[in-house]
Every structure is written in structure tokens, then in C-alpha cells.
Antibody, heavy 122, light 109 residues
Framework: EVQLVESGGGLVQPGRSLRLSCTASGFTFGDYALTWVRQAPGKGLEWVGFIRSKAYGGTTEYAASVKGRFTISRDDSKSIAYLQMNSLKTEDTAIYYC?????????????WGQGTLVTVSS | QSALTQPASVSGSPGQSITISCTGTSSDVGGYKHVSWYQQHPGKAPKLMIYEVSNRPSGVSNRFSGSKSGNTASLTISGLQAEDEADYYCSSYTSSRTRVFGTGTKVTV
């Protein structure tokens, strides 16, 4: 059974950093891209960024709203993806989901974690 | 990258059919077959309902169908049931190699 479990969320002050983890099981982690999606309280889904599998360079893409502040990385030996968030702003407050990303050649998210809440507030 | 445009709400009676639109540009929806749809119940993670415009994952009811014309994709739910009441989001690949979600539609049965 495919499972994605996010962790690392919590309350953080504006300007500080936080690192989220996404621990995967039930599939060959290294064969897939991973995407982070967030949802502010009462709002819609926002694509944050993704990391390709090593077979496709392990490179990353980011939304304009987080580019330069957020970094996605992966440790295939541990089946974990990370979202490093720096210079956090109050508008980064959201539930953060990691998803298994079916790409390239197509693009969709077939499995989602349960999400972890990040609250940026003084 | 601006969010794709969806109607804020759509409603229907049990047994009826409804259609949710998702309008983008030639740089996203109109330029690729990579359009997908997600269902989200309150307090839950989103669930994939349609991928590549019109394909259903295993386990998703055939009451859900997708299509695309130009820059607009659509999700149709036929034989509406109480359990279909949820928020629905479209998503598309973009020419910038990123992805974008729609603004979301609340379906009321």
C-alpha cells in the first residue's frame, strides 16, 4: 500500500525556517517525482514545487511565490523528501501535502499524504 | 502563473448531472493533455478523480468523466449522489514546466 506521511509542521515566527519531511512507503521511491502542495486555511490548493527522480536529473521547479525561499530535496536511500522553508511569511501558513507525482510524459498526483500544518505567526 | 478559473459553486439534485469548468490559457490547459481533477472532502486530503483529461484511476466511479475543448477542461458528474458533495480542483501542466491548480468548486447536492 502506497503511503506518504508528512511531518515537521508547527508554529514558527516570521522570518524563521522550518523543514518538512515526507516519508514514503509501498513503492520504489526513487522511481518517482514528488510534489509539495499547500492549502491555506479555508482556501484552495496551491502548487509549491516538485523534484524529479534521479533518472531525470533530480532537478526541481518552484512556484514563483516560494522561489528563492523554499528548497525541495530527496534522500532515496531513506525514501524521504524534504521541503526546506526559509524566510517564512505569514502568508505561508497552510497545510502542506506531499504527493507522488506521475511525470514526465504526463503530470498528475496519484497519492497524497494527510498533510502537516505550518503556522507562521509572531 | 495565475490559478485556473473554476466556478465557485455548482449544485444539483440527486440523480442529476453537473459539469464543472476549468479555464486556463494556451500555456497550460490549452497546450497539453495533462489536465487532472481532484476531489476533496472537508478535513481530508485531495483524491485523484481524473487524469490526462479523461482517464479514470482504478476505483473511481464511472459517473465521473472529463473532457477538454480549447483552453477549457470540464468535469462531469452524472447520477449525482450525496457522497459527491465536496470541493473539486483541476490542475494542469504549464509551459514553464510547473503545475497550476484551479480556484476550486464547491459541489452541493
Amino acid at each position: 500500500e502506497v503511503q506518504l506521511v508528512e511531518s515537521g509542521g508547527g508554529l514558527v515566527q516570521p522570518g524563521r525556517s522550518l523543514r518538512l519531511s515526507c516519508t514514503a512507503s509501498g513503492f520504489t521511491f526513487g522511481d518517482y517525482a514528488l510534489t509539495w502542495v499547500r492549502q491555506a486555511p479555508g482556501k484552495g490548493l496551491e502548487w509549491v514545487g516538485f523534484i524529479r527522480s534521479k533518472a531525470y536529473g533530480g532537478t526541481t521547479e518552484y512556484a514563483a511565490s516560494v522561489k528563492g525561499r523554499f528548497t525541495i530535496s530527496r534522500d532515496d536511500s531513506k525514501s524521504i523528501a524534504y521541503l526546506q522553508m526559509n524566510s517564512l511569511k505569514t502568508e505561508d501558513t497552510a497545510i502542506y501535502y506531499c504527493t507522488r507525482d506521475i511525470s514526465p510524459g504526463t503530470s498528475y498526483f496519484d497519492y497524497w499524504g494527510q498533510g502537516t500544518l505550518v503556522t507562521v505567526s509572531s | 502563473q495565475s490559478a485556473l478559473t473554476q466556478p465557485a459553486s455548482v449544485s444539483g439534485s440527486p440523480g442529476q448531472s453537473i459539469t464543472i469548468s476549468c479555464t486556463g490559457t494556451s500555456s497550460d490547459v490549452g497546450g497539453y493533455k495533462h489536465v487532472s481533477w481532484y476531489q476533496q472532502h472537508p478535513g481530508k486530503a485531495p483524491k485523484l478523480m481524473i487524469y490526462e483529461v479523461s482517464n479514470r484511476p482504478s476505483g473511481v466511479s464511472n459517473r465521473f468523466s472529463g473532457s477538454k475543448s480549447g483552453n477549457t477542461a470540464s468535469l462531469t458528474i452524472s447520477g449525482l449522489q450525496a457522497e459527491d458533495e465536496a470541493d473539486y480542483y483541476c490542475s494542469s501542466y504549464t509551459s514553464s514546466r510547473t503545475r497550476v491548480f484551479g480556484t476550486g468548486t464547491k459541489v452541493t447536492v
